[in-house]
């Protein structure tokens, strides 16, 4: 087992075993920090994909803001101490079937595909520079246009959340 | 050449009033809308007065000695083919220009006059509005260049016909009389727009120049039989003579014409006199050389609905006591002898005056019947009453209107050298060259006209003392002065010699007055009102007697023949019996019963299946992720060979 | 293959997660934790896109440039529904899913 491969071991388990825990956790405030564990591994898969970039992006952004944003969220609507009510069987039992059945079937299409077998070896061949001149560029795999349009969305998405939020007069 | 093209302003300057006193005239004082209309209408009126000056004596005539047809004004409107489209302009030639004169005259003395009647009325500012809008609609009328075009400004004028007579919208008759007047000529309109569809669909076109010119395509075309043994175009002229008769009022189509004397006087003299009322007859002058040359046999009907109209409604109008509806069916007498004197003449010339005599009996009916309305309108100011059992010795009280209306009944009664003579004179005369039989009738309707106008004079102004609540008193400055100067217009109108600007072929001829024909005419004009002066003058049972001695034919009259009746019976019997109510099952039980099963059907599904719309985000989310599941299996795995 | 890993390997991890979101998605009741499943697919998402660009196109960044967007675009999506999620509570004093069946038949 290469080094790459015992990382990838090690990311993918915490992946998986923390997205489970994030979704079953009866305490909010722990699906929470377990849902941070699991962005903090795709972060690091990104590292071993070698995009440093998106990894550091990923942590500040998803690591930092969003779990930060939900974690605020819950403070604010439900107590730390309450645990969420088990759902009933009525609702686990489909859920279960719909999801283990599409993973099964996603699973087993992915690997009857016989993906090229190209051998690809490190090295960070991105680096900010470079991103930051795709997405100002209007040529070919230039990015400007979609740039544009997530800057508008998110401003749009700002102003809507203070709007949502605000406290109305009435 | 002579430029006319400042014409389309008397078109637009109504128009503009319209829409300046509607919107904004009840931001000033009532008074300002009506002078504001009324500045307007003298505008127009002198416009008029130099248009006719100009057209008659400055025009140089056409190359054979006729008076032109020329376009002042035109402007595509629609266009349907290459060849088919519809124009707004306006065309001059002698009859419009004639139209013109006695629209923008009456149309000036009734608004003066409306000054004073319509006083401290409420609703001062929407009368004026819409009489502007009436003239705007009368004027298009009279000088469309086409048939679509005046088919339009005949809708209008209904309209505005419509909102006249329901004026007083609050008193219930007057609600219903407008509805009668626009349901019955809405009714005609419909074979009017039949005609102009037939004409132009055999022709292809809508222009008067063309259709009513030398070498028209009426002529030509449309002359297959289609029906009856009549051809395209005999129907397609019938058809549109049955618009003309609904507006003018000819039997069976008379019936709104008494009941619009809800409507405010001056407006029953601007419109139910002297201009809406003739647009029929206009019309069928417009198309003269079509009825003539291709349609002989809808000219006959023409003459004869013309004929039997004015001796039916001259009967009525002896035995009605209301003096607004005498003056209605009046009216409708004299309209069914202009188009009798239509429908007698022949073209070109001597030939052609009929033709002549009926536009003159228009012109000068225009006069001496408005002025008969504003005098009407006068006196039931000054009394309170229509009914003229209620009036009597009102000379000494209203001395201007007592002339005036004297001046005015002389000249209906044909005498002379009053103006009324000169015009009947020419239809007897007209009448005699055609047909002895109806020369007979018309003279009788002459006779009869004379008796009930001064019945109605002597019953107002002599006959008994009756006592008032209050002493009548003469009308205002603003009501004597119009009717003195449509007196003077009464008395020298047929002074004009008419055949020398208006004729069949547009061709000036001398016309003259026939002894053998005005003599007789005048006695008959005479015995009537001799009669009229014996049972009227001073109060006698005289035409009580020969009202019961007659028995049922009078009291047959005194209730208009059961006209009304009739159309109660025909529409509430038997098309509201055998037809709508079958319809109207059939639509309650057939078409409404298959919608109703269908929103049935749809709404028991509904219930069934509304419960998988839960509200649940999760039911349609596993539902969603199920189905996309379900498909991912089926597209990648069963259906792939 | 990547460095000793094949493509498989990410991919399978990606489904996983989508589907273990999937599965949070339809069973959890609180909005915030329904929230937090979106998450996870979208995570799984990127990976995918991630892995795809590194392994089948080195030399294309199309894929961590969708990630990147992606990304941009859940921060706007958790900033709306947070207020979304706070306004409901105002309303309702809740936040259970299950209670937000107002718009039924």
Redesign the interface.
């Known amino acids: 087992m290469?080094p790459?491969?015992l990382m990838?071991a090690i990311?993918?388990a915490v992946?998986?075993i923390f997205?489970?825990l994030?979704?079953?956790s009866r305490r909010?405030l722990r699906?929470?920090t377990y849902?941070l564990f699991?962005?903090v591994a795709?972060g690091g898969?990104?590292f071993?994909?070698?995009?440093n970039y998106?990894a550091a992006?990923?942590l500040a952004?998803?690591a930092g803001?969003?779990v930060v944003?939900?974690i605020?969220?819950?403070l604010?609507?439900?107590h730390i101490a309450e645990k969420?009510?088990k759902?009933g069987l009525k609702?686990?039992i489909?859920?279960?079937l719909?999801?283990?059945?599409?993973?099964l079937?996603?699973?087993a299409?992915?690997?009857q595909h016989n993906?090229?077998?190209?051998?690809?070896?490190?090295g960070d061949?991105?680096n900010i520079t470079?991103?930051a001149k795709?997405?100002i560029s209007t040529e070919k795999?230039g990015?400007a246009l979609?740039f544009e349009v997530?800057s508008i969305?998110?401003l749009?998405?700002?102003v809507?959340?203070?709007?949502?939020?605000k406290?109305r007069k009435d | 050449m002579v430029d006319f093209s400042y014409t389309v302003w008397i078109l637009l300057i109504p128009l503009i009033m319209f829409v300046v006193v509607g919107l904004f005239g009840n931001r000033f004082k009532p008074l300002v809308s009506g002078i504001a209309g009324t500045a307007g209408l003298f505008v127009m009126w002198i416009l008029s007065l130099i248009t006719a000056y100009k057209y008659f004596f400055v025009l140089e005539k056409a190359a054979d000695g006729s008076f032109q047809k020329l376009l002042a004004f035109n402007m595509r409107w629609l266009n349907l083919t290459d060849t088919l489209h519809i124009d707004m302009g306006v065309l001059l030639d002698p009859i419009s220009i004639m139209m013109l004169i006695v629209i923008t005259t009456v149309s000036f003395m009734v608004h003066v006059y409306s000054i004073g009647y319509m006083d401290g009325e409420k609703g001062f500012m929407r009368f004026f509005a819409t009489l502007s809008l009436f003239s705007f609609s009368m004027l298009g009328l009279v000088v469309a260049t086409n048939l679509f075009q005046m088919y339009i400004f005949w809708e209008l004028v209904g309209v505005s016909s419509y909102l006249l007579i329901g004026f007083y919208y609050t008193r219930d008759s007057a609600v219903a009389a407008s509805k009668k007047a626009f349901i019955v000529t809405r009714f005609a309109d419909l074979g009017f727009l039949i005609g102009i569809l037939m004409l132009s669909f055999s022709t292809g076109t809508f222009d008067f120049l063309t259709l009513t010119g030398a070498n028209s395509p009426a002529f030509s075309s449309g002359t297959g039989i289609l029906f009856l043994g009549l051809s395209t175009m005999t129907w397609s002229m019938i058809f549109i003579f049955m618009g003309g008769a609904g507006k003018s009022a000819m039997f069976p189509l008379h019936i709104w014409l008494p009941d619009a004397m809800e409507g405010p006087t001056p407006v029953s003299a601007l419109i139910h006199a002297a201009t809406m009322v003739v647009a029929g007859v206009y019309l069928v002058a417009r198309l003269f050389p079509i009825y003539i040359f291709a349609a002989p046999v809808a000219l006959d009907v023409v003459m004869y609905v013309g004929a039997f109209s004015s001796i039916f409604a001259a009967i009525i109008a002896c035995t009605q006591f209301d003096i607004k509806r005498v003056l209605a069916y009046s009216t409708m007498s004299q309209i069914g002898m202009m188009m009798f004197a239509l429908g007698v003449s022949g073209y070109g010339g001597h030939e052609g005056l009929g033709y002549m005599a009926s536009m003159f009996h228009l012109f000068t009916h225009a006069f001496f019947k408005s002025l008969l309305f504003l005098g009407a309108g006068a006196i039931i100011h000054a009394v309170h009453t229509n009914v003229m059992n209620e009036m009597g010795g009102l000379r000494k009280y209203l001395p201007i209107t007592h002339a005036t209306f004297l001046i005015a009944c002389l000249a209906i009664a044909g005498i002379p050298p009053l103006s009324g003579f000169f015009s009947k004179d020419e239809i007897l005369a007209a009448g005699h060259d055609k047909s002895m039989l109806l020369y007979i009738v018309e003279s009788i309707v002459s006779g009869l006209t004379a008796f009930y106008m001064f019945r109605l004079y002597f019953s107002i102004f002599w006959g008994k003392e009756t006592h008032y609540h209050h002493t009548p008193h003469e009308a205002s400055k603003t009501m004597t002065i119009p009717l003195m100067l449509l007196a003077v217009g009464a008395l020298l109108a047929g002074l004009i010699p008419f055949s020398m600007f208006v004729s069949s072929d547009r061709m000036p001829f001398h016309s003259h007055i026939e002894m053998g024909i005005a003599i007789p005419a005048v006695l008959v004009g005479l015995i009537g009102i001799f009669t009229a002066m014996l049972f009227y003058r001073k109060e006698t049972s005289l035409p009580d007697k020969i009202y019961n001695a007659l028995g049922g034919f009078s009291k047959a009259a005194f209730h208009k023949f059961y006209i009304d009746e009739v159309y109660l019976f025909i529409t509430k019997k038997i098309i509201f019996n055998y037809i709508s109510r079958p319809i109207a099952w059939f639509d309650r039980h057939i078409v409404d019963g298959a919608m109703n099963g269908i929103a049935y059907v749809t709404n028991e599904t509904s219930e069934g299946i509304k419960r998988f719309q839960s509200g649940q985000l999760?039911h349609y989310a596993?539902v969603f992720?199920?189905g996309?599941?379900l498909f991912?299996?089926l597209f990648?795995?069963l259906l792939t060979n | 293959?990547?460095?000793?890993?094949p493509?498989?390997?990410?991919?399978?991890?990606g489904?996983?997660?989508?589907?273990?979101?999937?599965?949070?998605f339809?069973?959890?009741?609180?909005l915030?934790?329904i929230?937090?499943?979106i998450?996870?697919i979208l995570?799984s998402v990127?990976?995918n896109f991630?892995?795809f660009n590194?392994?089948?196109y080195?030399?294309?960044?199309?894929g961590?440039?969708f990630?990147?967007?992606i990304?941009?675009?859940?921060?706007?999506?958790?900033?709306?529904v947070?207020?979304?999620?706070?306004?409901i509570?105002?309303r309702l004093v809740s936040?259970n899913v299950e209670k937000m069946d107002e718009m039924k038949y």
């Open positions: 290469t790459n491969q990838f990311f993918s992946i998986i997205s489970i994030t979704v079953t909010i699906a929470a849902l699991v962005l795709t898969m990104y071993l994909l070698r995009f998106l992006i990923q952004l998803y803001g969003i944003l939900i605020f969220s819950i604010l609507t439900s969420l009510e759902p609702k686990i489909p859920a279960f719909a999801a283990a059945g599409g993973a079937i996603s699973i299409t992915i690997l993906f090229p077998a190209e051998v690809v070896s490190g061949r991105t470079m991103i795709s997405l795999y990015y979609p997530i969305l998110l749009a998405a700002m809507g959340a203070i709007i949502l939020a406290k | 999760q596993l992720v199920s996309v599941i991912t299996l990648t795995y | 293959m990547f460095e000793g890993v493509l498989h390997w990410f991919l399978i991890t489904t996983i997660m989508f589907f273990v979101g999937i599965y949070g339809l069973v959890r009741k609180n915030i934790t929230l937090m499943s998450e996870l995570n990127n990976i991630v892995a590194k392994i089948l080195p030399d294309h960044l199309e961590m440039f990630s990147l967007f990304i941009a675009v859940a921060a706007a999506e958790a900033a709306v947070i207020a979304i999620i706070i306004n509570y105002r936040i």
